[in-house]
């Protein structure tokens, strides 16, 4: 069974970087893409708009307008871990993120709570 775990978020001020991690666990991670999502406070609980995706061949496609040219999603096969680095942070990134295989869509995490402010 696939287990996800989201982590590196935090209470963070404007501009600066960060960087989230997602631990895949169950399956072989090389195997399958993967993909960032965010749930902002505004919308349900499932309603997570796509951030990010991240094949096996490590082609990345951004979907977020605010995440083109700041966010940069990556993996590492060997720790089995999707990242998700952020530079110059904004208010409206601020949102619950979360990881899953965007075809699959396992079980979903807990997700990491970043809250920027100005």
């Known amino acids: 069974q696939v287990q996800l775990v989201e982590s590196g978020g935090g209470s963070v001020e404007t501009g600066g970087s960060l960087r989230l991690s997602c631990a895949f666990t169950?399956?072989?991670?090389?195997?399958?893409?993967m993909s960032w999502y965010r749930q902002v406070p505004q919308k349900q609980r499932d309603q997570r708009e796509l951030?990010?995706?991240?094949?096996?061949?490590?082609?990345?496609?951004y979907y977020l307008e605010a995440a083109k040219g700041r966010f940069t999603i990556s993996r590492d096969n060997a720790k089995n871990t999707v990242y998700r680095d952020m530079k110059n942070r904004r208010p409206e990134d601020t949102g619950r993120y979360y990881c899953?295989?965007?075809?699959?869509?396992?079980?979903w995490g807990q997700g990491t709570q970043v809250t920027v402010s100005s």
């Open positions: 951030v990010a995706t991240i094949s096996i061949y490590r082609n990345v496609s």
């Open positions: 899953n295989d965007i075809e699959r869509q396992y079980t």
């Open positions: 169950g399956k072989d991670f090389s195997l399958y893409p």
